[in-house]
């Protein structure tokens, strides 16, 4: 095991190559580099943001010829999901099944049994709150409360996107529907000032048209193929379903046998997480869980704390996180705006003690090959970079990436990355999702 976990640290660079060849040791494809050299020019969050991506998968072992098309994709985009494109906000991108292992590790987690009555609070759960509706059906004997800092009374959308909208039509965020493909965003963010007045035309038009007085009851307006909802909470509301907005220190919440909390602490910084994990204490039942971490759609490149009350004290239990890290296809794995984000910091370092296994590596990497070639997902090109396999390899790899590390998990390589680190030194098993846990008091910090 790594005596001391190495954090990423601030850097001067100048161009993308320089970048590359500091953090990873070599220079990914010519295809990659020419998607990725405009970052150089970008605002200093994001020039941040990429540096601190590349370091930390530097860190886990990556190498420059794993660096994917989809990867260069993420951190070319970054500069339209940080939050200062959104005025500091944290944006609300959510997706339906996005948590759906999570929800299978909760059912079965060995740190608590969940029965009738639970409460759990889907803390962050963004808008359209889609994470909470899925947890209020797959446990539809348990309480489960959606809370957010803002929830927008109004919603645009139409066929390529949808906007969090205020009383007066401002646009908060935007985004594109599920439905629509990459490309879709890249043209709403291009010019983010043509999109914003294009969704407050709308808003005008038809919010004209809504039943006056407002009686705080959700309706809907149409028309050209754009529609306005009022109070949109309101249609996802059911019996085991409810909603406040609240975040991280409110008190407005009701005691919880369960908090999770995804893709959110990442944007914070340590002092906030230990705000966060105070807080939980006062929110938790004895014996309550605090689940934390950080996927991609569908439960893809997942890595999570698992954290129990016990008397007083938050306890962490298990770190764990999903095989598809071992050689992250997409960036998410390294979402960071702190050089101590605790959770993406130590993934980075269990990795690279799994990649160090000259042994494991090369069966992995043979095997993630063959399954990204017999998927049409990616290949290798004549020189040994990853590339595309097909036209349509993107949109296939956005709608279901997570099905590699299912497969990886079924074919015995979750086992094997836990006998890995059982020998680096960690007490690590197989848990409940199929996903390689460790014992957290294994990580010696910095």
């Known amino acids: 095991m790594d005596a001391v976990m190495r954090r990423p640290e601030p850097l001067e660079w100048h161009s993308i190559e320089e970048l590359c060849d500091r953090c990873l040791g070599g220079r990914p494809s010519p295809d990659v580099l020419r998607m990725l050299e405009p970052l150089a020019q970008e605002r200093t969050e994001v020039r941040d943001f990429v540096r601190r991506a590349l370091q930390l998968?530097?860190?886990?072992?990556?190498?420059?010829?794993?660096?994917?098309?989809?990867?260069?994709?993420?951190?070319?985009?970054?500069?339209?999901?940080?939050?200062?494109?959104?005025?500091?906000?944290?944006?609300?991108?959510?997706?339906?099944?996005?948590?759906?292992?999570?929800?299978?590790?909760?059912?079965?987690?060995?740190?608590?049994?969940?029965?009738?009555?639970?409460?759990?609070?889907?803390?962050?759960?963004?808008?359209?709150?889609?994470?909470?509706?899925?947890?209020?059906?797959?446990?539809?004997?348990?309480?489960?409360?959606?809370?957010?800092?803002?929830?927008?009374?109004?919603?645009?959308?139409?066929?390529?996107?949808?906007?969090?909208?205020?009383?007066?039509?401002?646009?908060?965020?935007?985004?594109?529907?599920?439905?629509?493909?990459?490309?879709?965003?890249?043209?709403?963010?291009?010019?983010?000032?043509?999109?914003?007045?294009?969704?407050?035309?709308?808003?005008?038009q038809l919010v004209a048209t809504l039943p006056f007085p407002d009686d705080g009851e959700m309706s809907v307006a149409s028309a050209g193929g754009s529609r306005l909802t009022r109070w949109p909470l309101k249609q996802w509301e059911s019996p085991n379903l409810t909603f406040v907005q609240a975040g991280v220190g409110s008190l407005d919440l009701p005691a919880a046998d369960l908090i999770r909390c995804f893709n959110v602490l990442m944007y914070y910084d340590a002092p906030f997480r230990r705000q966060f994990e105070a807080w939980a204490v006062s929110i938790l039942s004895d014996g309550g869980l605090a689940v934390t971490g950080i996927d991609a759609p569908n439960n893809a490149e997942a890595h999570y704390e698992v954290y129990r009350k016990e008397g007083d004290t938050l306890v962490e239990r298990e770190f764990a996180f999903s095989l598809d890290n071992v050689r992250a296809l997409s960036m998410m794995p390294w979402f960071s705006l702190h050089d101590d984000e605790s959770g993406a910091l130590r993934l980075a370092h269990l990795v690279r003690i799994i990649r160090s296994d000259e042994r494991y590596r090369a069966k992995f990497d043979a095997r993630f090959d063959e399954l990204l070639r017999a998927n049409d997902l990616m290949v290798r090109d004549a020189d040994g970079y990853l590339a595309w396999a097909t036209d349509s390899s993107l949109a296939r790899i956005v709608a279901d990436n997570s099905a590699l590390a299912a497969q990886l998990d079924r074919d015995g390589f979750t086992q094997a990355a836990c006998e890995v680190l059982r020998r680096s030194g960690f007490v690590a098993w197989r848990n409940e999702a199929g996903h390689a846990a460790v014992d957290p008091s294994g990580f010696v910090n910095p």
């Open 57 to 204: 998968a530097g860190i886990s072992g990556l190498g420059a010829e794993n660096l994917s098309p989809f990867f260069a994709i993420g951190l070319a985009v970054s500069g339209g999901i940080l939050p200062g494109a959104w005025g500091g906000m944290v944006p609300p991108i959510t997706r339906a099944g996005r948590h759906k292992a999570i929800d299978e590790y909760l059912a079965h987690t060995r740190w608590r049994r969940f029965g009738a009555g639970t409460v759990m609070i889907e803390l962050g759960c963004g808008f359209p709150p889609q994470t909470a509706v899925d947890a209020s059906v797959r446990f539809p004997d348990w309480q489960v409360v959606g809370a957010d800092p803002v929830f927008d009374p109004y919603l645009y959308e139409d066929q390529d996107m949808y906007a969090c909208c205020s009383q007066d039509g401002g646009v908060r965020y935007f985004s594109k529907q599920p439905t629509a493909d990459l490309s879709t965003w890249v043209g709403l963010v291009a010019d983010r000032g043509a999109t914003t007045r294009r969704v407050s035309a709308q808003f005008e």
